[in-house]
């Protein structure tokens, strides 16, 4: 703010300065003005005669003619000089242009010299300030990093068994980094934990931590991206070396993308330094060094690429949305202390949709309602009292009705039969969540291309089928058909001619089209079974949508 105040009274005081100086030129200007009138031989006679020259000046060009009242001028050469002279007593008359010229030059050195002091004092006291900044800055991100002994447990989380199993071996590292580094193991830097918001990210980094009673650090992205650059450098590595002294712990940095953005785009000098302090420090310790970066991020397409190479964040942990068993968990667990009748198994099918953060407030709000009431036992119709708020209100999430359930369990049953048929290998299907197994391969073959194209549109057909019209719902898909199919002709060259035009590309998707609408066909009895599977669950693996297929075939 000092920085700020004295740049703002610099500012200030040098524009009153080169105002008062303009003024002041503007009225010498008007002062040295020669305002004689000029004159013709016969009207200097006609003065002459009239006896009322009461002085006479000259310069090098003219003769100036003064009276009592006006001031007058006629050239030397027009006038005899020699009666000039005899008549009247003639005084030299100094140039003023030349005394306003010197005076001019004197006040614009004055000015440049005032400018350049002032801009010398104002950029040492701006730098001195700036220093002084960056040094509170610093010395206050030094005092914001603190380790914390997280009390949040596994036990703290309902649900997410698969996710609790991925970081299990990270607590046994956290917990005995001398027994694995005997044993010559390695394991990752890094984790990165991708989800939605709202999932519960954060938490589950705490809970990493409780379970193995590490030092926990906790910072956001954001902190690290200063004004000023290199103190965001400075950030990152006054945390790694806190990390490192008290070792085992972990580091966690929340919203991971603020800083780790794809270099490059929207350059930022800060933003890259710190990342580039990052990328060094999570080089710089060894692999059982006993310190584990966890970061959190809503998008990670938008990560730099070094970030997530082997040895930095090589190993991704995705939270999805909660699906019933989960939410039914959750529910529970919020529920656990607190007196109701609430049927949890319906309240979770109610709150397709809803995130770990959104069951949390759904739980307040109907609390609330009950405490408002005069009631401290809750029911469903708590529930229903203030399902809309938080639906619609400030705490806006994203829900299913029954209806939209039904459509979007017959789409993802479609994309499930589809993938098993072609082969194609998921994690899970369902009406919330669908992952597909990443290529392990960096070649990729045209059919297997295709099959994925094929998946996307699997549930657009579906659906369309079923009712006799299309929804919005496969707009993601389509999109996606739609850039594997562009990305196949145009930059991977797979049709049948060097260049693409978008009659081949329609030609592509119609083709496929017609294919996945026959075996919609075909499998539609496997379709709608796994759809009243999806209903019940939420959720179905390849090895149950495998089974399904085998009873019908």
Do not use: C
């Not at 996710?163 to 193991?185: A, R």
């Amino acid at each position: 703010m000092k920085a700020i105040w004295l740049s703002f009274r610099e500012k200030n005081i040098k524009i009153i300065i080169v105002l008062s100086i303009i003024l002041m030129l503007l009225l010498l200007f008007s002062a040295l003005r020669d305002r004689s009138k000029v004159i013709s031989l016969t009207q200097a006679d006609i003065l002459v005669k009239k006896d009322i020259i009461v002085s006479v000046y000259q310069d090098k060009n003219w003769f100036y003619l003064n009276t009592k009242e006006k001031h007058y001028r006629i050239l030397k050469d027009a006038v005899n000089k020699k009666f000039i002279y005899n008549r009247y007593k003639v005084e030299l008359k100094y140039d003023k242009k030349y005394f306003f010229n010197i005076l001019l030059l004197l006040i614009i050195i004055f000015l440049l010299f005032r400018l350049k002091s002032g801009k010398t004092k104002e950029n040492t006291e701006i730098t001195v300030a700036q220093k002084e900044f960056q040094k509170e800055n610093i010395h206050s991100t030094k005092n914001s990093i603190k380790a914390i002994k997280s009390a949040v447990t596994f036990d703290d989380i309902a649900g997410m068994s698969e996710v609790k199993e991925d970081l299990q071996e990270i607590i046994e590292f956290l917990k005995e980094p001398k027994k694995y580094k005997k044993l010559d193991i390695r394991l990752p830097k890094g984790v990165l934990l991708i989800g939605p918001p709202g999932v519960g990210k954060t938490f589950i980094a705490k809970a990493v931590a409780g379970e193995a009673s590490v030092p926990f650090f906790y910072q956001s992205g954001a902190t690290f991206v200063h004004l000023y650059v290199g103190t965001g450098a400075a950030s990152v590595k006054d945390l790694f070396a806190k990390a490192k002294r008290m070792a085992p712990s972990i580091i966690f940095i929340d919203e991971i993308d603020a800083v780790g953005k794809r270099r490059g785009e929207l350059r930022n000098d800060e933003r890259e330094t710190t990342l580039n302090q990052l990328l060094t420090e999570m080089d710089g310790f060894e692999d059982s060094s006993g310190v584990i970066v966890i970061g959190a991020t809503n998008n990670v397409d938008v990560l730099d690429d070094a970030l997530l190479r082997s040895g930095r964040f090589d190993r991704r942990v995705y939270i999805p949305l909660p699906d019933l068993e989960d939410r039914q968990k959750t529910l529970e667990l919020y529920l656990s202390k607190k007196k109701h009748t609430v049927d949890i198994e319906q309240l979770a099918i109610s709150t397709v949709g809803f995130n770990n953060a959104g069951l949390s407030t759904i739980t307040n709000e109907a609390a609330l309602y009950a405490f408002k009431n005069g009631r401290d036992n809750l029911s469903d119709d708590d529930f229903e009292a203030v399902k809309d708020k938080v639906l619609k209100g400030k705490r806006k999430i994203a829900s299913l009705t029954y209806k939209e359930r039904e459509i979007e369990a017959i789409y993802q049953a479609s994309k499930a039969i589809v993938a098993t048929w072609y082969d194609v290998e998921f994690q899970k299907i369902g009406i919330v969540t669908t992952i597909l197994t990443q290529y392990d391969n960096e070649i990729i073959s045209q059919n297997q291309m295709l099959n994925r194209i094929k998946i996307y549109l699997a549930g657009f057909i579906a659906i369309k089928k079923v009712y006799k019209e299309q929804f919005t719902n496969s707009a993601d898909d389509i999109k996606m058909a739609k850039n594997m199919i562009n990305n196949m002709l145009d930059r991977y060259s797979m049709g049948n001619d060097f260049s693409s035009s978008e009659s081949q590309k329609d030609e592509v998707y119609k083709s496929l089209i017609q294919e996945i609408e026959t075996l919609v066909d075909k499998l539609d009895i496997a379709i709608d079974k796994v759809s009243i599977y999806l209903l019940q669950y939420e959720n179905i693996t390849q090895s149950k949508t495998k089974e399904i297929i085998r009873e019908i075939f």
